[in-house]
């Protein structure tokens, strides 16, 4: 036992004549490692994306909704009104009326204006 961790800590399985197999060992546990490593940055990277696009929604969603408020109250009958107060144009006292047209008299007004 006591030679092995000698062996280990002075590298000696490095320098055996079956030095070539723990040589390969050794690099793919490298190239593994830094696979790894490369990995574990672009998860980190992604992470820190999306809370910075989840932060922006938040931000967008507020502003959507203060503007919706602000159209509600700009197309109220009320602020329309005293926009419109200012400019000295005043509410009509006379209801509108509807006008109604029926098909037939329709048909008959279209083929007098093509003859």
């Known amino acids: 036992m006591k030679g092995g961790v000698f062996g280990i800590l002075k590298a000696r399985f490095l320098l055996n004549d079956d030095a ?23 998860y980190e990277q992604k992470v820190f994306e999306i809370a910075k696009l989840s932060n922006e929604v938040k931000e967008l969603r507020s502003e959507f909704v203060d503007r919706r408020s602000e159209l509600m109250k700009l ?4 602020t329309i009104s005293d926009k419109m ?18 098909k037939e008299e329709e048909k008959n007004f279209f083929k007098r204006i093509w003859q």
Not at 75 to 78: L, Q
Not at 85 to 102: D, G, L, R
């Open 75 to 78: 197309k109220m009958e009320s």
């Open 20 to 42: 070539v197999k723990n040589w390969r060992f050794i690099v793919f546990i490298i190239l593994l490692a830094i696979l790894m490593i490369a990995n574990t940055q672009r």
């Open 85 to 102: 107060f200012e400019k000295q144009i005043y509410p009509s006292t006379v209801p509108p009326v509807k006008i109604e047209v029926k």
